[in-house]
């Protein structure tokens, strides 16, 4: 992404990134171990995004639109159900039997948060929010996706302020893990 996009751009490249990795991961034979990587590719490119929205889309859609209390908590609400089905997956094995399914599942669920978010949310936050503050919170979404968690991490508190105060040991602590194990790089064909 452009180092001067703002947060909807970042957030929507990142939504076309999560489209990809699913492509990618139909791609591939079933149980085949690319498809596992593709899958924890995909679980950290989620994970960042939602880590991403939740600290700096959803406080801006808060305070500067019109029931935005409502929309932000609609859209974190389903953050947690797309993450309940991250979860589920994280353990499967590639030849699981039930791994295609779930996938199309969490395709289907991600595909219908991205459509609201792209069609409703983010023209109303275009015309909502000050350029400048776009441009300030897409430079503070890039900054977050580098520092977010690389894991689900379902023992971590899930509300302000402990969950930001928690956050960041947390990812170093993955991103340590994810680069001893090499999870989270791309797969090549």
């Given at each position: 992404?452009?180092?001067?996009a ?13 489209n ?16 596992k ?17 939740e ?9 500067h ?5 409502r929309?932000?908590d ?6 947690s ?14 030849d699981?039997?039930?791994?295609d ?13 991205v459509e609201?978010?792209?069609?409703h ?28 968690l ?26 340590v893990?994810?680069y001893?194990?090499s ?7």
């Amino acid at each position: 992404m452009e180092h001067d996009a703002d947060i909807i751009e970042e957030l929507t490249a990142d939504h076309r990134e999560a489209n990809e990795l699913f492509e990618q991961f139909y791609e591939r034979a079933p149980g085949c171990i690319e498809r596992k990587l593709l899958l924890d590719a995909l679980t950290v490119e989620l994970v960042r995004h939602a880590v991403a929205e939740e600290r700096y889309l959803y406080p801006a859609v808060r305070a500067h639109l019109k029931n935005g209390g409502r929309w932000a908590d609609n859209e974190i609400a389903e953050h947690s159900s797309i993450e309940e089905r991250l979860q589920d997956l994280e353990g499967r094995d590639a030849d699981d039997r039930d791994l295609d399914r779930l996938v199309r599942e969490l395709r289907t669920e991600v595909a219908s948060h991205v459509e609201e978010e792209e069609r409703h949310l983010f023209r109303e936050v275009r015309t909502g929010v000050p350029p400048l503050v776009l441009k300030a919170l897409g430079r503070k979404v890039r900054e977050a996706k580098r520092a977010a968690l690389t894991r689900l991490q379902p023992q971590a508190p899930g509300v302000p302020p402990l969950n930001r105060l928690l956050a960041p040991g947390m990812g170093l602590v993955d991103r340590v893990r994810d680069y001893a194990a090499s999870r989270g790089r791309p797969v090549t064909s």
